[in-house]
């Protein structure tokens, strides 16, 4: 990307930034009509709506859950995403991927006395590991304060292939809750996904930050499938619906635009102070508050991951969901060959 153009497109989104603060409509000189129309969220379809499944899934889905920014509410998020699917009769293992700030597991009210780091280091299995909750699905905890895993070595990744392999045959979905940001762990949890949620709330900073991360990735493939990463966004905290859709539809036609990625149906989740009193008590809110207005909207996000994922081909023969991600670690860890996957964000 010659500097002229990486200037421009950071012009683009810093008027996106001011435009969404004084409530305009994008400022985008597209080329053509299509490229300046809206782009609408696709409507969610009713539960009884979902495809059948069939027969058993070959393997797990993995769905990452990421945010440009922190404190936007992705690990709540990830956590009552976990309980809804899981009510959904889908087998569900959320893995904490935030390997500096990890607490996941504290959320699902659930002391673990095993995480992630003693999988790694061979001091437990990860059957050991991985904690039941009592909202029926299961939590691998992440390691706080070990900072050496943010950056995990070669042995490490090696590791990975043979000790996270049970995975694919003791989940349907694995949800992983990434880290804040667009570091290589994050890149790489997003990379082996087979979807991946975008959290942002409408905080012009925030959304600044999450179009930022789909920046990032806008040009990666899967090494193991060659597949490019699929992203939904998901606004998170809003006032209500129009505001959801106004900022879906923004950050929609910049990606179009900038980045030639059409993102999938946007979902919202309304601000809701049930939201925060479960959250005090840890406990999903999916389940202590039912009939509040964030859990039907946490609910109606459920619906449409199941449903993408039914439309999804199957992976090539002996590529699994966490085989996939242990590839990927290698690319990224084996250093020396300087692969890298974060790029610099104009």
Sequence with gaps: MSAGIGSDQAARLRALVRDMQDG??????????????????????????????????SRARILAIASGKGGVGKTTLAVNLAAAISEMGKRVTLIDGDLGLANADLLCGVRATRNIGDVLD?????????????????VLPGASGLA???????????????????????SDIVLIDCG??????????????????IVTTPDPMAV???????????????????????F???????????????????????????????LAGG???????????????CRPFVVSAPRSDATGCV??????????????????????????FASILRLITGAGKGAKIAETVA
């Design 122 to 138: 061979g001091r437990c299995a990860l059957h050991d590991a991985i904690a039941d909750t009592p909202y029926g699905f299961r």
């Design 148 to 170: 050496r895993l943010a950056a995990l070595g070669e042995r490490e990744a090696r590791v990975i292939v043979g000790r996270f392999a049970a995975m694919d045959t003791m």
């Design 299 to 324: 609910r109606r996000v459920a619906q449409s991951v199941l449903r993408e994922f039914e439309m999804l081909p199957e992976s090539p023969e002996g590529v699994g969901a966490m085989g996939r």
């Design 208 to 230: 600044t930050d999450a179009y930022a991360l789909i920046k990032s990735l806008a040009s990666r493939r899967c090494p193991t499938t060659g597949g490019r990463p699929g």
């Design 24 to 57: 305009a409509q994008p400022s985008l000189s597209a080329p053509s009509a299509e490229l300046a129309r809206p782009h609408r969220p696709v409507p969610l379809a009713p539960s009884h709506a979902l495809p059948r499944q069939t027969a058993r899934q």
């Design 180 to 197: 804040a940001g667009i570091g290589n762990i994050v890149h790489a949890f997003m990379l082996a996904a087979d979807r991946s949620l």
């Design 232 to 262: 939904s966004l998901v606004v998170n905290q809003a006032f209500d619906d129009g505001e959801a859709q106004s900022v879906c539809c923004r950050v929609g036609a910049v990606t179009r635009k900038f980045l030639g990625i059409e």
């Design 267 to 281: 979902c919202w989740v309304l601000e809701d102070d049930q939201v925060r009193i479960e959250g005090r008590h």
